[in-house]
T-cell receptor
Framework: RKEVEQDPGPFNVPEGATVAFNCTYS??????FFWYRQDCRKEPKLLMS???SGNEDGRFTAQLNRASQYISLLIRDSKLSDSATYLC?????????FGQGTTLQVKP | ETGVTQTPRHLVMGMTNKKSLKCEQH?????MYWYKQSAKKPLELMFV???????ENNSVPSRFSPECPNSSHLFLHLHTLQPEDSALYLC?????????????FGNGTRLTVT
């Protein structure tokens, strides 16, 4: 089993839609969780950290479910500019483990 | 200049060549990293330097040799590479090497080994 698993997609959604991605992790002792965004042919950039109580940043909401060992990212009112690959990242004993990424395509 | 800069952006090399990738960070960070990104695979951590000391070598073949002369500069020396080493090589920095602080990536070097 991979340490961090994501559905690669692509998820094709119309503008204005709400879309959610999940990411599962295998190590129950994982300490920190993040979502990074990577645009085509660009470097990854931190989108948001994921806190135990869940957190929101504008149209983006991240949640953590430790019991089921997954994190989620919800995007409301999708924009064309949200088209990117979203990378789930988990910290285990000081190492950051990246998922393969989920590709989102927002269509007009 | 700000952030993390990598050169060259693109590199094509033969299997017998020797080349080096360069990374420079202007963020005052204490940790620097090399990652490899291959198509349809997750980012793979190669090396971590914290305060110029190598703290992680993730079972990387010896044909990849990192060098960190100071906290702002990181090199990846390449020799006798294989075609399967073709990938995007990303440098990153963070405030420290614990994994708590976020990574700031450079825009990468796209390497093709012929």
């Amino acid at each position: 089993r991979k340490e961090v698993e994501q559905d690669p997609g692509p998820f094709n959604v119309p503008e204005g839609a709400t879309v959610a991605f999940n990411c599962t992790y295998s190590n129950s002792a994982s300490q920190s969780f993040f979502w990074y965004r990577q645009d085509c042919r660009k470097e990854p950039k931190l989108l948001m950290s994921v806190y135990s109580s869940g957190n929101e940043d504008g149209r983006f909401t991240a949640q953590l479910n430790r019991a089921s060992q997954y994190i989620s990212l919800l995007i409301r009112d999708s924009k064309l500019s949200d088209s990117a690959t979203y990378l789930c990242v988990v910290r285990n004993t000081g190492k950051l483990i990246f998922g393969q990424g989920t590709t989102l395509q927002v269509k007009p | 200049e700000t952030g993390v800069t990598q050169t060259p952006r693109h590199l094509v090399m033969g299997m017998t060549n020797k080349k080096s990738l360069k990374c420079e960070q202007h963020l005052g960070h204490n940790a620097m990293y090399w990652y490899k990104q291959s198509a349809k695979k997750p980012l793979e951590l190669m090396f971590v330097y914290s305060l110029e000391e190598r703290v992680e070598n993730n079972s990387v073949p010896s044909r990849f040799s990192p060098e960190c002369p100071n906290s702002s500069h990181l090199f990846l020396h390449l020799h006798t590479l294989q075609p399967e080493d073709s990938a995007l090589y990303l440098c990153a920095s963070s405030q420290d090497g614990t994994g708590v602080s976020p990574l700031h990536f450079g825009n990468g070097t796209r390497l093709t080994v012929t």
